[in-house]
């Protein structure tokens, strides 16, 4: 089997900086700022802004902006002082709450990629991609960015310029939720109370709910339990603000709810039809420094993205990928429920999963440490073929693959006896040795693009025939 590894690698870089709101809980130092810049002339605090954005301007896209929006924050905290300031002052007191966070300080990995919504302007042999890629800075604190690029029948990987500025696409903080939504949601939690919900109109804000709690909880406490359940449940299931206006390349979608402060990470992007439909649907990980849920990203056309939380008995343990079309009629997601085994489940609802099986358990050595799977299969004539990882010893990754039934997906009727993928002499070394690693793969007629991740730290290529694939797989 011809497995063409690319020599392009896609590195991390500190240079890939965006602009955070420097937190801080006591209120008494935001009060002790807001009374140094008061004493500051206009001269003084002019001078001090200009030289700020002499400074940093070049580094970010319309940095002023965001100097503006975190003196909004701290606006609403209603603290003295601030209300009186002039627009050179409210500036610069939002820049004085505003870091800069580098989102590739340890690493850029575990890439996926699917078709791009726009395929214009191509020879008829190219396909145009977007890759997700994680991105993993201080504090190990991970977010996703994303590449574009074309590929053509040879192989030939061509990567559109790295982007002059990185972007965190905004949360859409005046979004508004249905209320059968929550409610459809909150059922989902035991004890949740539906009188609750008599409190709230048929849409509203996160703010709404925020103004809710606090009269209630003065009211009556006996609700207040559930009013947390909402509140839990707006936390994760968000929309982010429009960002067409942003380069593809220059987007990053970074942690917005308390639910994945500390990292949205690996995230399976894939391209979903129904009917004349078309989706991309991206689950990924959500980790608080504690916990960890399943999320989906929805968006068509990579514009505007919606958040949503999946919910059932069977939403647990990391990987979970989709199917690119329902099967049956029925929506269908590889999982690893134990951390051991792949296993497989259906559902009517796609937020809601209840049940699953085994579907695959280790057999050779190289995979009888852990299983699971490398994103989302692709459909080809003789079966859906799902890339798999497998853990040997020494903790050493690799990437292989199995084929299953088109009609019946819980049988394998194919699978590699081999590794497809394992680190070479170059590859085994960096922030996690000795692991290949990816989230997808993209089909391109015969030809497989696989971008893979080198020991956690960087990002490379390989392409491979699909039939030499099937060919090479045992039943």
Same mark, same amino acid.
């Given at each position: 089997?011809?497995?063409?590894?690319?020599?392009?690698?896609?590195?991390?870089?500190?240079?890939?900086?965006?602009?955070?709101?420097?937190?801080?809980?006591?209120?008494?130092?935001?009060?002790?700022?807001?009374?140094?810049?008061?004493?500051?002339?206009?001269?003084?605090?002019?001078?001090?802004?200009?030289?700020?954005?002499?400074?940093?301007?070049?580094?970010?896209?319309?940095?002023?902006?965001?100097?503006?929006?975190?003196?909004?924050?701290?606006?609403?905290?209603?603290?003295?002082?601030?209300?009186?300031?002039?627009?050179?002052?409210?500036?610069?007191?939002?820049?004085?709450?505003?870091?800069?966070?580098?989102?590739?300080?340890?690493?850029?990995?575990?890439?996926?990629?699917?078709?791009?919504?726009?395929?214009?302007?191509?020879?008829?042999?190219?396909?145009?991609?977007?890759?997700?890629?994680?991105?993993?800075?201080?504090?190990?604190?991970?977010?996703?960015?994303?590449?574009?690029?074309?590929?053509?029948?040879?192989?030939?990987?061509? $990567? *559109?310029?790295? +982007?002059?500025? %990185? /972007?965190?696409?905004?949360? @859409? !903080?005046?979004?508004?939720?249905?209320?059968?939504?929550?409610?459809?949601?909150?059922?989902?939690?035991?004890?949740?109370?539906?009188?609750? $919900? *008599?409190?709230? +109109?048929?849409? %509203? /804000?996160?703010?709404?709910? @925020? !103004?809710?709690?606090?009269?209630?909880?003065?009211?009556?406490?006996?609700?207040?339990?559930?009013?947390?359940?909402?509140?839990?449940?707006?936390?994760?299931?968000?929309?982010?603000?429009?960002?067409?206006?942003?380069?593809?390349?220059?987007?990053?979608?970074?942690?917005?709810?308390?639910?994945?402060?500390?990292?949205?990470?690996?995230?399976?992007?894939?391209?979903?039809?129904?009917?004349?439909?078309?989706?991309?649907?991206?689950?990924?990980?959500?980790?608080?420094?504690?916990?960890?849920?399943?999320?989906?990203?929805?968006?068509?056309?990579?514009?505007?993205?919606?958040?949503?939380?999946?919910?059932?008995?069977?939403?647990?343990?990391?990987?979970?990928?989709?199917?690119?079309?329902?099967?049956?009629?029925?929506?269908?997601?590889?999982?690893?429920?134990?951390?051991?085994?792949?296993?497989?489940?259906?559902?009517?609802?796609?937020?809601?999963?209840?049940?699953?099986?085994?579907?695959?358990?280790?057999?050779?050595?190289?995979?009888?440490?852990?299983?699971?799977?490398?994103?989302?299969?692709?459909?080809?004539?003789?079966?859906?073929?799902?890339?798999?990882?497998?853990?040997?010893?020494?903790?050493?990754?690799?990437?292989?693959?199995?084929?299953?039934?088109?009609?019946?997906?819980?049988?394998?009727?194919?699978?590699?006896?081999?590794?497809?993928?394992?680190?070479?002499?170059?590859?085994?070394?960096?922030?996690?040795?000795?692991?290949?690693?990816?989230?997808?793969?993209?089909?391109?007629?015969?030809?497989?693009?696989?971008?893979?991740?080198?020991?956690?730290?960087?990002?490379?290529?390989?392409?491979?025939?699909?039939?030499?694939?099937?060919?090479?797989?045992?039943?």
């Amino acid at each position: 089997m011809m497995i063409t590894k690319s020599t392009i690698r896609l590195q991390a870089t500190h240079k890939a900086v965006i602009t955070r709101y420097l937190e801080f809980c006591e209120t008494t130092r935001i009060q002790n700022v807001i009374s140094r810049i008061a004493a500051l002339t206009e001269e003084e605090a002019t001078q001090t802004i200009d030289n700020l954005m002499k400074e940093f301007d070049g580094r970010h896209r319309d940095i002023q902006d965001t100097f503006q929006d975190h003196f909004n924050t701290i606006h609403e905290l209603k603290l003295a002082g601030a209300e009186q300031f002039s627009e050179v002052k409210q500036l610069l007191l939002g820049a004085m709450f505003t870091m800069e966070y580098s989102i590739q300080s340890a690493a850029l990995f575990n890439p996926s990629i699917v078709p791009h919504p726009d395929q214009a302007g191509l020879q008829p042999h190219e396909q145009r991609f977007i890759m997700s890629l994680r991105a993993t800075g201080e504090g190990h604190i991970s977010s996703i960015v994303f590449k574009t690029g074309i590929v053509d029948d040879k192989g030939k990987i061509t $990567l *559109d310029e790295a +982007p002059e500025y %990185f /972007t965190r696409v905004p949360k @859409n !903080t005046g979004y508004h939720y249905n209320k059968s939504f929550l409610k459809t949601c909150a059922q989902r939690y035991p004890g949740f109370n539906d009188a609750v $919900l *008599d409190f709230f +109109p048929s849409s %509203f /804000t996160t703010d709404f709910i @925020n !103004t809710v709690a606090e009269i209630k909880s003065e009211e009556d406490i006996s609700i207040m339990g559930s009013i947390s359940m909402l509140q839990q449940i707006a936390d994760t299931n968000y929309e982010l603000s429009p960002s067409a206006s942003v380069p593809m390349n220059e987007k990053v979608i970074f942690p917005n709810a308390k639910g994945e402060c500390m990292g949205m990470e690996d995230v399976r992007f894939v391209k979903f039809k129904e009917g004349g439909n078309t989706c991309y649907y991206g689950t990924y990980t959500a980790y608080n420094g504690h916990h960890i849920k399943t999320q989906l990203i929805e968006t068509t056309n990579f514009d505007v993205f919606k958040i949503r939380t999946l919910y059932g008995a069977a939403i647990s343990d990391k990987g979970m990928a989709l199917f690119p079309e329902k099967v049956n009629g029925q929506y269908v997601m590889i999982s690893r429920q134990g951390g051991e085994m792949i296993n497989i489940m259906f559902s009517d609802d796609l937020y809601y999963w209840q049940n699953y099986q085994q579907l695959m358990q280790p057999v050779y050595p190289w995979e009888m440490l852990q299983l699971g799977n490398c994103g989302s299969p692709v459909k080809t004539e003789k079966g859906w073929l799902l890339l798999t990882h497998g853990v040997g010893p020494m903790r050493t990754y690799v990437i292989s693959a199995i084929l299953l039934d088109l009609q019946d997906p819980t049988k394998i009727i194919g699978r590699l006896n081999k590794p497809l993928i394992k680190a070479d002499e170059t590859e085994r070394d960096g922030y996690v040795p000795n692991v290949v690693y990816t989230c997808g793969l993209l089909q391109h007629g015969k030809l497989l693009l696989i971008p893979y991740a080198v020991s956690d730290s960087a990002t490379g290529f390989v392409t491979v025939d699909t039939d030499e694939i099937l060919n090479e797989m045992k039943l």
